[in-house]
């Protein structure tokens, strides 16, 4: 099962890098030939990727994102899904993330192809199933490695402690960034789609302008960590990949030096063949 993806930990760092990059240059792209923003500062991602040239980085990058993260969350579940848990949720919830991923994958394809000016309401539904689908991934995660962290005994059990308690910052950061831009920032906002003219199809924030600058930086700040929480598997994989020897028995994450997972058996001193 390991050898078939001896490097899974590559797949988290092509999901976050492929994102970000992305991201930022579909932004510096927006920036450089002063694409309509709706009159916000710092603008919703997808105002970003509306327009072209960028829209074809913003739907190819994306795309390829939606990939990785496929592809990550298949590699975690054949990297840890061998984990001895002594509860009955671990594999449960490594279950429900292969269940969440594909149709996370999905709708961020969909909103990476079909922009907010020409498709709003498919922009605007795949949008919301994608970071639903993928709130419910993050927390998944985090309660796996809440669970995972305190098994005492195994392969670098410190390692997965500490990297527990980075997801558990992450993913508080992301709950909190997930409120303020969906079902508070969907309740307090308000905006006008513009309907004839060259700017047809283009959004008008200033009707909120302050409401909707808030869930613009709640939006933007939970794809950048949750970008962030995804490559913290990385680690994970690699460390999970070196820790166990071809023999079973734990490696040192530093020495490479062979530990005691295994249990000994002492060694039996042949009898005696001389009579009594």
């Known amino acids: 099962m390991m050898a078939a993806f001896r490097y899974a930990w590559v797949f988290p760092f092509l999901t976050t890098t492929t994102g970000f990059v992305t991201l930022v240059t579909c932004n510096i792209i927006r920036a450089s030939l002063n694409h309509d923003t709706g009159g916000l500062t710092i603008p919703y991602i997808s105002d970003t990727g509306r327009d072209n040239p960028e829209h074809i980085v913003f739907a190819i990058g994306l795309t390829l994102t939606a990939i990785f993260l496929e592809l990550t969350v298949i590699a975690c579940w054949k990297s840890l899904g061998d984990e001895q848990v002594a509860s009955v949720h671990y594999p449960r919830l490594l279950l429900a993330t292969m269940i969440l991923a594909p149709p996370a994958a999905i709708c961020m394809s969909l909103l990476a192809i079909f922009d907010s000016r020409d498709f709003a309401d498919l922009h605007l539904y795949s949008a919301i199933g994608f970071f639903c689908f993928a709130m419910a991934l993050v927390i998944c995660y985090t309660v796996a490695f809440s669970l995972l962290s305190k098994v005492e005994s195994g392969c670098a059990s410190s390692d997965t402690r500490r990297s527990y308690h980075v997801k558990l910052a992450l993913a508080s950061i992301i ?21 004839s003219g060259p700017s047809a199809g283009l959004y008008d924030y200033t009707p909120c302008q302050g409401e909707n600058q808030m869930r613009a930086v709640s939006q933007q700040v939970c794809v950048f960590v949750m970008l962030g929480f995804f ?3 990385s680690p994970d994989l690699r460390q999970r990949r070196s820790a166990v020897g071809v023999d079973g028995r734990c490696r040192s994450s530093r020495d490479g030096s062979v530990g005691t997972q295994l249990t000994e058996v002492p060694e039996i001193a042949p009898l005696s063949t001389h009579k009594l």
């Open 175 to 195: 709950g909190v960034c997930f409120i303020l831009y969906l079902p508070v920032g969907l309740a307090i906002t308000c905006w006008n789609q513009i309907t």
């Open 231 to 233: 490559a913290s598997l």
